[in-house]
Every structure is written in C-alpha cells, then in structure tokens.
C-alpha cells in the first residue's frame, strides 16, 4: 500500500497556455490587525480586497484559528496583483500532501498494566482529531460501550451525507467532518461511483490511524488469521474525531488547513497527522502554520516523520512546535518458508491467504529481471513479464518503484504461480508483510543475494515457498524501519528530528469495508482488520500514548508531554546494545531513531520536564532569522525581535541536542584549529517530588568536550524550574562526519535522557 511511498509535495502544474485564464486554489495570509477602520468587519475586507482583483471570485474558506485569512480561486496574475494589496502577507499556491502510509499494546507494555493509566474520568475525556481519509463507522474499533457520555465542552460535529449517516457517530467516534473544496477546485467534484463525498472512509487508512490511536478493544481480531488477538487502540478510552482531508488524488494543504481551523474550535485535545509534502520553510508549510496555533491553544501536534529513509534528511514536519514519529518494528513476523532446489532453507514474510503451493514438489524458479523485455523487469511492472516464461514458475521480483503486492499481480497476469520479493540496498533487511495474491515470500537483502546466486549459477533452478503463520517474541526488537525518514534536519539543523520512534511495522488495526487489504484498486477482497506498515501507523500510536499522558495529566502542555515522552525513550535493549537499524544492520542512531522507542509507561511519571510556551517558540522565530512578517504568517501575531537580544535556537528548551560544528578550512586552520565552543542552555521543571539530580554525559567521540554547568540540580517543590547550560568545545572534524553522545539527569528514580548530535558542515 502507500505506506513506502517516498512522499512528495506536487505543486499543481498547469500548462503555460491556460496561465491568463486557468484559476488555482491560492491561499491568502491576511494581516488582521491591519484591517482599515471603513469595514464593518474583516470578512467585509477580505472580499473587498479579492474584489480588487478579481469579480468572479469568492472565498472557498475563511481561515480564522490557523492564520488569518482565506483560500480562493485565482490565476496566477491575480494572485500576484492580491499579493501586492495592503494587509495582504502572503498569497499561496495550494500543495499537495500525501497519507505516509495488535500486537503492539503488548510490545509497549500497556496491557499489563492497563490499571496504571487513569484511563476513566479525565483520561476518557481525552479527544484526538485525526486528520486522513476519514472513518468507517461500522467498525467495531468505534464501538461505544466502553465510554461514558461525550466530553462536555466538545463542540464538534457529525456531517450527514448520503453516504454518512449522522447516527454513525457515537460516544467513541465523536466527530466526522470532511474537507473537500480544496481538492475539488483542484481536481473537479469528487467522482462519488470511486469515494464517498462524505467523512467515510473508502481507503482504509484513516480508520487504521485513528483506531490505532484510540480504538476500543475488540477481542478476536486478525487479518486472515494473522495477527489474531485484542485489537486495541493506545488510549482505549479515549475519543476520536475524523477529519477527512486525503481523497483519491491526496490532500490538499488549503483542506488541511482548514480541517485544524475546525478542529481548534471543536475542542480537540490531540492532533494526529499521518501525511506530509516535501519539508518546506516554517512559514510556508500549512502543517507547521496550522500546528503553531494548536500548541499555542495546548493542543499536542503528533505527525508521522515521513517513509523516505534510509535517505539523510528525508524528513517531514520538523517544526519544533510538532511530534516527530518515526517507525520501529514490534516482536512479531509473519513467516513464509521458502526451500530451494539445492535444499538451502530461507525465511521471508507474507500474509497471503490461499491455496498454498504444493510443499513435497518443488517448481520452476526464475529472475523476472531475465523473463522480461523491459529494462526494469526486475521489479515486476504489470505488462512487463513475459508470458511462455513466467507460466507455472515461481519468480523473483526485486523490491521498488510499484506497490509489493501489485508485483504479484503482474506475476499471476504473467502466468507465475509464486513469487519471491527481493529486497534491493536501499531496504536491506527490513520485511514488510503484504495481504499478497499469490504465495509469495518478501525476503531481505542477504537472503535475496542468496536466492539470485542459486538462480543465476543452477541449470535449472527451483523453489517452493509455505505459509508461516504469525511469530511473537522476535527478537532483536524494536529496530528501525528501513523506511522510517531520518534527520538530519534541514530546515533548522539545531533541532534533532525525528523526536522519538514507536510501533510503525506489520500493525494491525481497523480497515474501511471499501478498499481491500492491499489498498490496490485491483484487490476485492473485504476485510475488518488490516495489517499496515508505514510511520502513519507509528504517529497515532505516539497520538494516543500522548492522550494517555493527558489524562494523566491534564495540566500539561504539548511541549511537557513531548518531553516526557522524549526522555523516557530508550535508545538500547535490555541487554545494553543500541537499537539496530534494519537498513544496515548496525546500531541506529538519533538522526533514525531521535530520543529513542516510546515507553510509555515511564512516561507517565517523567522526573522533570522541558516545558516550553508559545514565547519560546516566537524566540525560536527570531533566533532563525524570521521577518516580522514571516514571524506573523506562522504565529498569527505582530511580534518584533529585540535588537537588544541575542536570540539562539540552542536556547529553545528541547529535550534533545543538535549542535552543528563547523569544519575549520583553508590555511587559517593551520591542522590544529582552536576548539569551536557552543553554549546550549535548558530549563528543567520538577513534575515529581523533591529530588536531587545528578548529570551523567556519555559520549563516543573525544573531538567534543561536553561540560554541563551546574552537574547537579536540587527541586525542592512541584513546578520548580533550574536552568542548566551544556558547552561543547569541539575540534574540527571532516565535513560531513556525524558523533552521537546522550546527557542523562538521574534522581536514582527517574532518568531524564537527551540524546546529542554533533555534525560537522
Ligand atoms: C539473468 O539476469 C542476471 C542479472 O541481470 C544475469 O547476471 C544473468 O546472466 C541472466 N541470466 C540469463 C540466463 O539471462
């Protein structure tokens, strides 16, 4: 499914022909506080202004929670001619986003101790808005039964349609709204034969994100068997509101924005977004923008970091007002036995359910790369393979480029009975398990070698592949997905993205009762409960672990439950080795995996926090050299930076290190350049009883010398706060190496970990 999809932001193009007449969804950041005293109001001012420049336009939506403005249908010309007016900040082409495509309760230890998490009462009060492709409402994820009467104070709504009942809300699934008139002036109206104009779900991805969150527990759920247990969302009790935002051709910024204008003012606790675009500077990213307002209303913004790893810098919504989630594998595989001709054994994943191939008698096994015409036959493209030489063979197919599960199409089309899934460089080791059409075998790098090398040197090689079922307690787990996007940062270097990983793998969850499991067009099949990979599956675990602190504590802001969720993330196993990366096999490190694997139970009872205000986060403004109007696009106020004050984005309070060195070049240096010091500060406050902690700093490299002043913080009461300062003096190092290190406050009770990166540009 669209789970590995690398993302991309796709700006609507449009013919230079039609440029004078073709009209584009543009949105227009006003200036409120600069509406001139002859209107009555600033809704009179927006439309004298779009008057201005064009007649026949009207505003689609009026923004007001987000930014200050609205979205319309301009041309080019008209949007340039609007820009221009007074009061008008910025006149923006609308963009396009993409969806980053149960055991994992276990895995994070929640089950067990369930009676931990004031789960009644305020923790059930919890709302989560989850913005996607809508919900399923039939799903027995949203069955009520569990939870008292909706939140008071919700203000939310049910919107009714033909093809969405108002009855299909209920005390779990609380809201359902969608947002479509940005994608239907981009794209016409939404063709209703292929998905429904309403808050339901026809894709699937939605209902998994949002029950995965906050799904209630449904005993006896399995994808074909696999993976059966108690489905269950993080925060079982708590409450979901859709807002569908992604259709058929993707989700379109000026609908996101205006899904968490509504969701501000529906009273949403939560903010859960599973999509993103090419990473785009702070004041023109409609993520970060609508994300800004929501933590300045203590809303905490958990987004997925983006499926565009093992690649550097990959990432998606890096703001530092947002949740980063990347994705880590659980404890569970589902296995498929492959056996070779030559007797050789190997081990891959499927969740293919079937008529199995025979077991005793081996068949044909052959290269697609050698069986087709086109110069990527390898990866198994429908059309590709030739007929007479994939019939009744098992074929090899290399992962990329077309969904995994549509290569085995292209293989039964061509004839093949099996297929085996090789996994190229760029995935290594990593398996991700497909509801596949055929018996199939999804192997990882090694392996796939392995299985080319017999094909490749035998006269006649063959194979069989059988199905495995599902297998709990692997081990090493987590380790990080191959996919999941990694740092470093490159929008604000200083700020360590992702912020932490979570259960982003083979997760089951609730599936729409429109679209099969592999969330191909081709696939009829019908299923209650999906098995889908993807950091969208590991955001909404972040989003109801979030809810679950909320309850806790309903006090907190974004920035303390972050944090919490931040310093109690574990980097390493029980048994001391760092969390692998499935890309290479070796130790991930914080560009992968930033403060480490959710924890959640920790969580809940964090020592001290890095809290952080939306002041800090004008600061932050300052400190990467924003405009006073690039200042306004982003936090919606009029805020100038103090000349008098050396402003630092080391000094915004983050639980987590960056610190970019510069490499000493040309003569000046000599060889031995003096040390590069950087000075970071942090303020710590006590969430928990008076304690004494102590610092500990460990490090890999002995080019940075780390002094952390002063080593040892007393809190005497609750909400105390103690600032610290970290120095790193740094020797040069070649351009482009990277040095990991962690700081550690400890109480003997809680450790508040950080992790610490050093680059060198
Ligand atoms: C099959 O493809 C592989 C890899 O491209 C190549 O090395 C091999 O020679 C091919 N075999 C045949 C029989 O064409």
Not at 731 to 759: C, Q, R, Y
Request: one cysteine or more; glycine letters at 10%.
């Amino acid at each position: 499914m669209m789970s590995v999809l690398i993302l991309t932001l796709v700006f609507l193009c449009h013919s230079s022909v039609d440029a004078e007449t073709t009209k584009t969804t543009f949105i227009v950041h006003m200036d409120k506080s600069s509406v001139p005293g002859s209107f009555d109001d600033h809704l009179q001012w927006y439309d004298s202004s779009l008057k201005s420049v064009s007649q026949t336009t009207n505003r689609l939506y009026t923004y007001s929670n987000v930014i200050h403005g609205y979205s319309a249908l301009l041309t080019g010309e008209e949007a340039r001619l609007l820009e221009e007016r007074p009061g008008v900040l910025l006149v923006q082409e609308d963009k396009k986003y993409e969806i980053h495509t149960t055991r994992s309760p276990e895995f994070l230890g929640i089950l067990s101790s369930d009676e931990s998490f004031p789960e009644s009462g305020t923790a059930s009060d919890v709302i989560i808005g989850v913005l996607d492709t809508g919900a399923w409402p039939e799903s027995s994820s949203y069955d009520d039964k569990e939870v008292g009467p909706v939140p008071p104070g919700w203000k939310g709504a049910c919107e009714a349609s033909r093809t969405f009942s108002s009855s299909s809300c209920n005390r779990k699934l609380i809201g359902a709204r969608f947002f479509s008139q940005g994608y239907e002036a981009a794209y016409g109206p939404v063709d209703e034969t292929k998905e429904s104009r309403s808050p339901r779900d026809d894709d699937g991805h939605g209902t998994h994100t949002s029950t995965t969150a906050a799904g209630s527990a449904v005993a006896g759920a399995s994808l074909y068997g696999y993976a059966a247990g108690t489905a269950r969302g993080m925060a079982k009790h708590a409450r979901v509101a859709a807002y569908k935002v992604c259709w058929l051709g993707g989700c379109l910024s000026s609908d996101i924005l205006m899904a968490m204008d509504k969701a501000i003012e529906d009273g949403v606790h939560i903010l859960s977004l599973s999509l993103g675009g090419s990473v785009s500077d702070y004041f023109q990213d409609s993520v970060a923008i609508g994300a800004f307002a929501a933590a300045s209303k203590g809303i905490l913004v958990s987004c997925s970091a983006g499926n565009g790893g093992p690649r550097p810098g990959s990432l998606s919504n890096v703001a530092p007002w947002i949740t980063t989630v990347g994705a880590g594998t659980v404890d569970r595989q589902f296995p498929s036995y492959i056996t070779l001709g030559n007797g050789k054994k190997l081990t891959g994943e499927s969740l293919y359910r079937g008529k199995p191939l025979p077991v005793s008698s081996l068949v044909p096994l052959v290269y697609a790369g050698n069986i087709s015409q086109a110069s990527n036959g390898n990866l198994c493209i429908e059309g590709g393979l030739i007929p007479e030489k994939a019939k009744g063979k098992i074929i090899l197919c290399d992962r990329g480029l077309n969904p995994r599960a549509q290569k085995g199409l292209a293989v039964r089309e061509a004839g093949g009975i099996g297929m085996i899934l090789a996994n190229t460089e760029a995935f290594g080791e990593e398996l991700v398990a497909d509801a596949h059409f055929i018996p199939s075998a999804a192997v990882g790098l090694a392996p796939g070698n392995e299985i080319k090398k017999y094909v490749f040197s035998d006269a006649n090689p063959t194979a069989t592949v059988a199905p495995g079922g599902t297998q709990l307690g692997v081990q090493p787990s987590p380790v990080l997905a191959a996919f999941s996007s990694r740092g470093p940062n490159s929008i604000t270097p200083e700020i360590l993205k992702p912020d932490m990983i979570a259960p982003g793998v083979n997760i089951l969850a609730g599936w729409s009762g429109k679209a099969g499991p592999t969330g191909l067009a081709e696939d009829t099949r019908h299923v209650d409960y999906n098995i889908a990979s993807g950091t969208s599956m590991s955001c909404p675990h972040v989003s109801g672990l979030a809810a679950l602190v909320k309850g806790a504590h309903p006090e907190w802001s974004p920035a303390a439950i972050k944090s919490a969720l931040m310093t109690t993330a574990y980097s390493r196993y029980k048994n001391g080795e760092r969390i692998k990366d499935t890309a290479t096999g070796e130790p991930s490190t914080p560009f992968g995996h930033g403060a480490g694997h959710v924890n959640p139970l920790s969580a809940l009872d964090p020592g001290l926090v890095y809290d952080a205000t939306t002041s800090d986060y004008m600061d932050f403004l300052c400190a990467i050299g924003y405009s006073s109007r690039m200042i306004k696009l982003v936090a919606k106020r009029e805020y100038r930076c103090k000349a008098d004050v050396k402003y630092s984005v080391a000094d915004l309070n983050y639980p987590s290190f960056a610190v970019p060195l510069e490499t000493a070049s040309g003569p000046r240096g000599g060889g031995g350049s003096a040390p590069t010091v950087v000075e970071y500060t942090r303020t710590l406050t006590n969430v928990g009883d008076p304690a004494t902690y102590k610092v500990s700093v460990s490090q890999e490299t002995d080019s940075v010398k780390i002094q952390v002043q002063p080593g040892v913080l007393s809190f005497s009461a609750p909400n105390e706060k103690k600032a610290y300062t970290v120095t790193f003096a740094a020797t040069s190092m070649p351009s482009g190496t990277n040095s990991f290190a962690h700081l550690e406050w400890s109480d003997g009770k809680h450790t508040v970990g950080s992790p610490i990166v050093f680059s060198w540009t």
